[in-house]
């Protein structure tokens, strides 16, 4: 790599609504199938990436979506394909915390599940978790038919549940406004992390506002990047319910929506004993099919 030849720009054309001189950093560049794939960031609108094709040594973007929508805190991802010809993607999700705080503490954000990468029919990456998260499972355990009435909430008990570390999937669907799961529960009903659907708006999200010390994290931030709402759209179709897998690792959440179509992750800080999981519903009625639990090992017991 001593001699280059100079091809001229990368991208071939702007795609709409996003300037052609917009932040690519931390680029990652690879084939999906037919199509070719560009994985980023950008300091000022957050990760993202392009779907399009490679032709006369340029990049012709087809496609753009964003994969983190409120702040950066799902940052720099990067990817690789593995020995089964797999896409495999981590990023480094970011705690938000200042120096002060951050520097004491010893760490700094964490690294998020390998996201398995395909391309959906139209043209949208899906990422879904890979398949060997599967075999950290135990204890699995499972409801089914779980009714939650309008403007409420109904517990659904675990014993299992020692600490905030394992798999949820939930089945769930009704007339509600808005619809989902609330992790991370404490038992006077003053701590939650809030996981719904927004019917009204089409939108996926993560509400993180009493989520234990998040309340006062803003205290810990020096540029108040951090914003208590993460929410990506996804419209779900008239006869369509939501299908939720849900992974709580102590301070962090991921989401996985409808077979990969969207994933959100953000950092929690749930108070010691903010355990609760709870269905809930805004607006009309909702019921989940199913609901299944799995405690989850550690991949590293040291």
Avoid at 100 to 126: C, F, H, N, Q
Avoid at 142 to 158: I, L, R, W
Avoid at 204 to 215: A, E, H, P, V, Y
């Amino acid at each position: 790599l001593k001699t280059w030849t100079k091809c001229g720009p990368f991208l071939a054309h702007a795609y709409k609504d996003i300037d052609i001189f917009e932040d690519i950093s931390c680029p990652d560049f690879f084939p999906v199938g037919k199509k070719w794939v560009m994985v980023c960031i950008s300091h000022r609108l957050g990760a993202r990436y392009y779907v399009g094709t490679w032709k006369n040594e340029q990049f012709y973007p087809e496609y753009h979506e964003m994969m983190s929508y409120n702040d950066n805190q799902f940052f720099a991802p990067e990817s690789h394909t593995d020995d089964k010809g797999r896409r495999i993607l981590f990023a480094w999700v970011i705690d938000s915390r200042n120096d002060v705080a951050r520097i004491p503490s010893g760490w700094s954000g964490m690294m998020s599940l390998p996201r398995e990468m395909k391309l959906g029919a139209d043209k949208r990456l899906l990422m879904l978790p890979v398949d060997e998260l599967k075999t950290l499972r135990y204890n699995g355990l499972k409801k089914a038919d779980v009714s939650v009435a309008t403007k409420g909430e109904t517990p659904v008990a675990f014993d299992a549940v020692m600490d905030n570390v394992y798999e949820l999937e939930v089945d769930m669907s009704g007339t509600a406004k808005a619809f989902g799961v609330k992790v991370c529960c404490s038992k006077d009903g003053r701590e939650e992390t809030v996981i719904g659907y927004d019917a009204t708006e089409g939108k996926l999200f993560i509400d993180t506002s009493r989520t234990g010390k998040n309340q006062i994290l803003g205290k810990m931030i020096a540029d108040n990047s951090r914003k208590s709402v993460e929410a990506a759209p996804m419209k779900l179709g008239k006869k369509e319910s939501l299908k939720l897998r849900i992974f709580v690792d102590r301070c962090m959440v991921e989401v996985f929506a409808n077979n990969g179509r969207q994933a959100l992750s953000r950092v929690v800080l749930p108070a010691s004993g903010s355990t609760g999981i709870k269905l809930f519903a805004k607006g009309g009625r909702a019921k989940a099919s199913v609901v299944r639990l799995w405690d989850i090992m550690p991949t590293n017991a040291h």
